[in-house]
T-cell receptor, first 115, second 115 residues
Framework: AQTVTQSQPEMSVQEAETVTLSCTYD???????LFWYKQPPSRQMILVIR??????QNATENRFSVNFQKAAKSFSLKISDSQLGDTAMYFC????????????FGKGTRLSVIA | GAVVSQHPSWVICKSGTSVKIECRSL??????MFWYRQFPKQSLMLMAT?????????EQGVEKDKFLINHASLTLSTLTVTSAHPEDSSFYIC???????????FGPGTRLTVT
């Protein structure tokens, strides 16, 4: 079974600064996807960024980027130029590429951006 | 991106009654839908996976007779909480995935309060 660990229950960052959220996972699979989801106070789940395991290049989406270390099974999220609207719960998630499998979520990190 | 709706967005019911939550994919055919439950300040917990036209697969510890899931069409899945108890009060989220795609699209969630 796959597990996803987010070791930082809460973090805070000053507006315009950079913050990194940690995520590690455990799997014996070789083909999989990794995701970061944002859940703001509205509780709507929003996809922030995705990474395919076979791609060595780290994914980036505007101010969001990941540091994917496949051998270490690490998948951290870096948020640059933090904005007040980034305040939310962030969930790291894993999904096998084969079969009709669900997402496996970490416990989440609550990020507060401070003005 | 694709849109998934849930109805109702919130519902209050009395103990012992049943309540139905609908999850609809509005602009794509959802071959698979997932139902999650989320307690305050916690992560999403997968309850069941449903494929169109077949019985849902429930996660360990989830009572299939209490949480009835029906996925009768490619755009609609329903979760019925039967004989509701106050401990069933929670936030229920559905997600949907189309055929030949790995991405899941989340509904906005339904807040259930059982009095």
């Amino acid at each position: 079974a796959q597990t996803v660990t987010q070791s930082q229950p809460e973090m805070s960052v000053q507006e315009a600064e950079t913050v990194t959220l940690s995520c590690t996972y455990d799997t014996s699979e070789n083909n999989y996807y990794l995701f970061w989801y944002k859940q703001p106070p509205s509780r709507q789940m929003i996809l922030v960024i995705r990474q395919e395991a076979y791609k060595q290049q780290n994914a980036t989406e505007n101010r969001f980027s990941v540091n994917f270390q496949k051998a270490a099974k690490s998948f951290s999220l870096k948020i640059s130029d933090s904005q007040l609207g980034d305040t939310a719960m962030y969930f790291c998630a894993f999904m096998k590429k084969t079969g009709n499998t669900p997402l496996v979520f970490g416990k989440g990190t609550r990020l507060s951006v401070i003005a | 991106g694709a849109v998934v709706s849930q109805h109702p967005s919130w519902v209050i019911c009395k103990s012992g009654t049943s309540v139905k939550i609908e999850c609809r994919s509005l602009d794509f055919q959802a071959t698979t839908m997932f139902w999650y439950r989320q307690f305050p300040k916690q992560s999403l917990m997968l309850m069941a996976t449903s494929n169109e036209g077949s019985k849902a697969t429930y996660e360990q510890g989830v009572e299939k007779d209490k949480f009835l899931i029906n996925h009768a069409s490619l755009t609609l899945s329903t979760l019925t909480v039967t004989s509701a108890h106050p401990e069933d009060s929670s936030f229920y989220i559905c997600s949907a995935r189309g055929d030949l795609t790995y991405e899941q699209y989340f509904g906005p969630g339904t807040r259930l309060t059982v009095t």
